[in-house]
């Protein structure tokens, strides 16, 4: 009732919404929904409400398991010995874990969206690492072992080996 209370008095203020909150049903369950309502004025005076309510449960029962499935993929990422990178295409890196931010001496938020120069030594380097991106599309992995530079700008020689996370669809990154 409080989280009805809240959304109607917004609404009347004149924010039409979206509100989620939870409704009991005539069957006694309990299920989430979200309403969007707007003010009926006639010469100015509020005449009543009109609106939309949709039933989100089902939706949030995903909403939940997904975010169950991705805090658990992030805890099997960061407990792993080795680095790991997801980049795009255009090789911006998405993620990492936390063994690779150890290992270049970047936190997860300073290398999110960077380009993968920022651990490259050289801009041939990068340069030249493109080369393996025909090298993923033809076999589907690439395995190399390569220089790349730390945050404090020591090398770091690393065995790599990369992949399409969906081999199917190359455009959603490689790790």
């Known amino acids: 009732?409080?989280?009805?209370?809240?959304?109607?008095?917004?609404?009347?203020?004149?924010?039409?919404?979206?509100?989620?909150?939870?409704?009991?049903?005539?069957?006694?369950?309990?299920?989430?929904?979200?309403?969007?309502?707007?003010?009926?004025?006639?010469?100015?005076?509020?005449?009543?409400?009109?609106?939309?309510?949709?039933?989100?449960?089902?939706?949030?029962?995903?909403?939940?398991?997904?975010l169950q499935a991705a805090s658990f993929r992030r805890a099997l990422l960061d407990q792993s010995d080795v680095g790991i990178m997801l980049a795009s295409t255009d090789r911006i890196i998405l993620e990492a874990n936390n063994r690779a931010c150890g290992m270049f001496g970047y936190s997860l938020e300073e290398l999110k969206g960077q380009s993968f120069r920022i651990i490259h030594p050289s801009e041939e380097n990068f340069l030249d690492m493109a080369s393996s991106y025909d090298e993923l599309r033809e076999k589907g992995q690439v395995i190399m072992e390569r220089p790349f530079r730390k945050r404090d700008g020591t090398i770091l020689w690393c065995s790599t080996s990369g992949a399409f996370l969906e081999p199917s669809d190359p455009s959603k990154g490689v790790i």
């Open 1 to 66: 009732i409080p989280g009805i209370e809240i959304s109607l008095g917004k609404t009347l203020s004149g924010i039409p919404g979206p509100y989620e909150f939870r409704v009991i049903a005539h069957d006694g369950s309990i299920r989430s929904v979200v309403t969007s309502s707007t003010l009926m004025t006639r010469d100015g005076i509020v005449t009543g409400l009109i609106g939309v309510m949709a039933d989100i449960t089902d939706l949030k029962k995903h909403e939940e398991s997904f």
